[in-house]
Nanobody
Framework: QVQLVESGGGLVQAGGSLRLSCVASGSIIFSINTMGWYRQAPGKQRELVATITSGGSTNYADSVKGRFTISRDNSRNTVYLQMNNLKPEDTAVYYC?????????????WGQGTQVTVSS
């Protein structure tokens, strides 16, 4: 299986920056295709923030383009999310995700989440 451990959340003022980290471990991490970050604000559904494939292709939500950067260190099995120019609407619990596809079936693994709070 895959275990994901996030770190780096906290409280920051609007306009500030934070960097989230997520370390993956487990017996099948070699088979992970895509890693990413999702977030869930109170009363809202979980939404995609950014993803990165094993080859380095990235995808971002429109709301974070130009402010957030996702990166991946395959040698450390770690994915990062650099968040700049944070806004109060970025406040949410951020979850690390790892996905692998076996034939046509997708398997998702989640971290426990880390709180990001942006004050105005």
């Amino acid at each position: 299986q895959v275990q994901l451990v996030e770190s780096g959340g906290g409280l920051v003022q609007a306009g500030g920056s934070l960097r989230l980290s997520c370390v993956a471990s487990g017996s099948i991490i070699f088979s992970i295709n895509t890693m990413g970050w999702y977030r869930q604000a109170p009363g809202k559904q979980r939404e995609l923030v950014a993803t990165i494939t094993s080859g380095g292709s990235t995808n971002y939500a429109d709301s974070v383009k130009g402010r957030f950067t996702i990166s991946r260190d395959n040698s450390r099995n770690t994915v990062y999310l650099q968040m700049n120019n944070l806004k109060p609407e970025d406040t949410a619990v951020y979850y690390c995700n790892a996905a692998r596809v076996v034939i046509v079936t997708r398997y998702d693994y989640w971290g426990q989440g880390t709180q990001v709070t942006v004050s105005s």
